[in-house]
C-alpha cells in the first residue's frame, strides 16, 4: 500500500477520484464499488480470471481519498497474489518459478506506474521515489531519501543479512524516517 497526505493543493479529491476511475478504466478494470460518504471516497476495481490469480497478476485496486481541498490524503493498494499473501518476490521465485515472480513484480510496477499518474494528477512538480512511492517537493530531498536508501542496503550486506534483511531494514528504516521526515504529507 502506498499512501501520502497533501496540503494546499489547488485539487478537490472528487477531481482525484474521476481521474483514478478514469485510469483504471484505461487500463481495463472493472470499478465494482464507487462509494462517496461525507468527504470519504472509496474505489474498488478488479480484473479476475483464473490466469491473473495464479500467475500472480494485479487482479484488484483499492483507492481511498480523504478530506477536502486543501487537506486530502489518497491510499493506494494493488491487490497482488504474492504480496498479499505475504509471499515474499525470492520465495515467490523459488516456489512458483521465474515467470511467476516476474508477474509478481510487474504489480508491484503497475502499483508504481499508477501512483505516478496520480501524483501527477494533484500536482505534477512533485519528485516521486522509485523504492517507496515516497513524495518530495525537490529534487535534493529526493536525493537525500535515496542516499538513505542505498546506505541501508549496504548496511544490511555488510551485516550479512543478506537480501531479506536488507528488505527488511529498508522497509522499517525508511517508513520510521518518512514518518519523521519530509515526505509524510506534502
Known amino acids: 500500500m502506498i499512501k501520502h497526505g497533501f496540503v494546499e493543493k489547488d485539487i478537490d479529491p472528487s477531481q482525484v477520484r474521476e481521474k483514478v476511475k478514469e485510469l483504471l478504466a484505461k487500463e481495463n478494470f472493472t470499478i465494482t464499488s464507487d462509494e462517496e460518504n461525507d468527504k470519504l471516497y472509496e474505489i474498488h476495481a478488479k480484473k479476475s480470471s483464473r490466469e491473473r490469480i495464479v500467475l500472480g ?95 541501508q542496503a549496504y548496511q544490511g550486506n555488510m551485516m550479512g543479512m543478506g537480501m531479506m534483511g536488507m528488505g527488511m531494514m529498508g522497509m522499517m528504516g525508511m517508513g520510521m524516517m518518512g514518518m519523521m521526515g519530509p515526505g509524510l504529507w506534502i
Open 57 to 151: 497478476k494485479v487482479r484488484d485496486v483499492d483507492v481511498v481519498i480523504a478530506g477536502q481541498k486543501g487537506k486530502f490524503e489518497v491510499q493506494l493498494h494493488a491487490g497482488i497474489w504474492g504480496r498479499d499473501i505475504a509471499v515474499p518476490l525470492i520465495e515467490g521465485v523459488a516456489t512458483l518459478g521465474i515467470a511467476a515472480g516476474a508477474e509478481i513484480h510487474s504489480g508491484h510496477e503497475f502499483e508504481k506506474r499508477l501512483w505516478e499518474q496520480i501524483v501527477k494528477t494533484i500536482d505534477p512538480t512533485l519528485q516521486i521515489c522509485p523504492y517507496d512511492g515516497m513524495l518530495f517537493k525537490t529534487k535534493e530531498e529526493l536525493d537525500k531519501h535515496i542516499q538513505a536508501h542505498q546506505q
